[in-house]
């Protein structure tokens, strides 16, 4: 009896996983295009809550540069290659950490958003009105370079905390001790009223 081999499955891109489409890029690189499309606007989004709308896509550009330069260590293991983009993007955030700590300062002292998008003027101006975003932009300008991120990651990334051990390479309980100083001194400060 002759026996027939079943049918292999054609790739398709569309339905793979993250980790299927950066493995699928070591030996056709525009694969690696579709991990772009995926998480682009939202790491776009992230950094551009950071520093100004020019070094946000530069850290895009930068962190897609080195994930593709890095594709090959990527781990397969993790279905999501999110929470390896946003620790790539962090890292060419902290070259413009100095400009992010001026934005929350000036947020902090005058209540405008020097980096908000022009077709938020209004809702930015309800907002800067309100004095606990000034506080919380002054709590968010004295926190640790390292305290910011993982509140950050996880206030406006929307990381896990296992993401952002994965995407910071440090451990959770890491992660957990320095989000848990960050909100204390962020709740610290909003009950002093902004004073601290």
């Known amino acids: 009896m002759t026996r027939i081999a079943p ?16 493995v699928a890029s070591l030996h056709t690189p525009s694969q690696f295009g ?4 995926r998480h682009a606007a ?5 950094a551009a809550r950071r ?10 550009s930068e ?5 593709f330069g890095r594709r090959a260590s990527f781990d397969p293991g993790y279905v999501s290659a999110r929470p390896w983009l946003y620790g790539i993007m962090t890292n060419q955030l902290r070259r413009h950490a100095r400009q992010e700590k001026a934005h929350y300062a000036v947020l902090a002292r005058t209540g405008l958003d020097p980096i908000a998008p022009d077709h938020a003027d209004d809702v ?3 907002l800067a009105a309100d004095d606990e975003a000034r506080t919380v932009a002054r709590c968010l300008a004295r926190l640790s370079t390292r305290d910011r991120e993982v509140l950050l990651l996880h206030a406006q990334a929307g ?3 296992d993401e952002i051990a994965q995407s910071l390479a440090i451990p959770v309980g890491t992660v957990r001790s320095r989000l848990s ?3 204390a001194h962020l709740h610290t400060a909003l009950a002093a009223g902004g004073s601290r």
């Open 159 to 161: 990381l896990t905390y």
């Open 34 to 37: 579709l991990i772009f499309d």
């Open 124 to 126: 930015v101006l309800r």
């Open 7 to 22: 049918r292999a499955v054609p790739f398709d891109p569309l339905a793979a996983t993250d980790a299927e489409l950066v």
């Open 63 to 67: 962190t897609f540069l080195v994930a």
């Open 181 to 183: 100083r960050a909100r």
């Open 42 to 46: 939202s790491l776009l989004q992230y």
């Open 51 to 60: 520093v100004d709308r020019s070094a946000a896509e530069d850290a895009l």
